[in-house]
């Protein structure tokens, strides 16, 4: 009888030691961008709220900056397990859908609200799963915001940007953008921009209010032209290896409070529009050139014509609905 109870006890005691001992689940984010931003927010926002509804069972870092890896490398890295979560810009997702694309194409949205029309539409919710068959699956979308062109003359009309160079993103579309307007399209990571731009490797770039202000563009370039002539955004993804092995009950906590990080960082690309744009007229660094409907027409004429190119890539229901969501 002794002997039963003793091992009754210690094998308790060895259960209860060994669940003491469960390690939490480790969540790395990765970002490229500084903490200030839109996406920086989100991140915090995320393990905040996971933190505090999973205390033990959960544990989330974040590392901005490109401090553990550039977008050319971070979804490499989630599918080998070095980092859980990334929210890499969408014209960064060409190996791994052509879809995609579609938010690259030049004035194709309006404004915010247009691209938020489409991602809640069924076809910008089926975008979501468009890097499942490499393995990658999408959690959700954000925004940043709207993109500007930026350089050290003014860019009034496309003839101004003949023959410059611009840092892009390693994304066809955007490439053949420029390449519209005559201009020297380079693939380069975000996290070269500054001294690209610094050196005059590069004549100049596009970029959002936020990202032109918090990586101190605006420092670099005399003129930044409010064209709003595209969209830079971001879908949330993870491992779908990572995320199916996650227990359920945790997965949908996760889940959850990545939604609501998701609302948090959006509030924030909104008001870092305005926000970000103010404080570059206030530094004097660079000045902030307005475009005429006459101007903006010139660019319209130029650049469109490259959805054509990309059409049978994207699919033309996409286009389409993306087209629709100005309604
Ligand atoms: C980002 O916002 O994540 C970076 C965008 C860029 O590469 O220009």
Known sequence: MYTLIRSFVLSTLILF???AQAEPIKIKFSHVVAVNTPKGQMAEKFKALVEERLPGKVVVEVFPNSQLF???KVLEAILLGDVQLAAPSLSKFKKYTKQLQVFDLPFLFNDIKAVDNFMKSPEGQSLLNSTEGKGLQGLGFLHNGMKQLSANTPL???ADAKNLKFRIMSSDVLAAQFKAIDASPQKK???EVFTLLQTKAID???NTWSNIYSKKFFEVQDYVTESNHGYLGYMVVTSKDFWGKMPADVRAVVDKSLA???EHGNKIALEKAVQDKQAII???RSNVVEITADQRAQWVNVMKPVWGKFEK???KDLINAGINSNK
Do not use: L, T
Request: proline share 8%; charged share 30%.
């Open 204 to 206: 100049g770039q596009e």
């Open 17 to 19: 030691s060994a669940a």
């Open 282 to 284: 206030d530094s004097k």
């Open 189 to 191: 990571p975000f996290s």
């Open 313 to 315: 890539e994207i699919g």
């Open 260 to 262: 609501e990080a998701i």
């Open 70 to 72: 550039g977008d050319n």
């Open 156 to 158: 009034r009309v496309p």
